[in-house]
C-alpha cells in the first residue's frame, strides 16, 4: 500500500497559507509598522503595505497561486533573452531578369 501526498506545497492548513507567504509577509508587516510608527513615512508605508497585501493575494493562474509569484513569472518573461532573426531579401533589378 501506497500513500500519496496531493501536493508538494508546505501548507498550512488555514486558508491555504503556505510558509513562503509567512516568510514574505512577516517582514512586510514588520517594515509596516517600523515605517508607520516612527517615521513620518505614513503614506509611503500604507501604500507599501497595500501591495504587499497585492502580492499575497491567491489566484487561479496555473500551478501558482499568488500574485507574487505571478508578478515574478511576468518578469522573468520580460527580462528573458531575446533571439532576433534577420533575413535579407535580395531584390532583383530589372536587368538581371
Given at each position: 500500500?501506497y500513500?500519496t ?6 501548507d ?10 509567512i516568510?514574505i ?8 509598522i ?25 489566484i487561479?493562474v ?21 533571439v ?14
Open positions: 500500500m500513500i501526498v496531493k501536493s508538494i506545497r508546505r498550512l492548513g488555514f486558508r491555504g497559507i503556505e510558509t513562503t507567504d516568510i509577509g512577516l517582514p512586510m508587516i514588520i517594515t509596516f517600523v515605517l508607520f510608527c516612527f517615521t513620518p513615512l505614513k503614506i509611503p508605508a500604507i501604500i507599501g503595505f497595500m501591495i504587499g497585501i497585492f502580492c499575497l493575494l491567491p487561479n496555473s500551478k501558482k497561486n499568488r500574485m507574487y509569484k505571478v508578478i515574478g513569472l511576468i518578469i522573468k518573461y520580460l527580462l528573458r533573452d531575446k532576433y532573426v534577420y533575413k535579407i531579401e535580395r531584390r532583383v533589378s530589372e536587368c538581371e531578369k
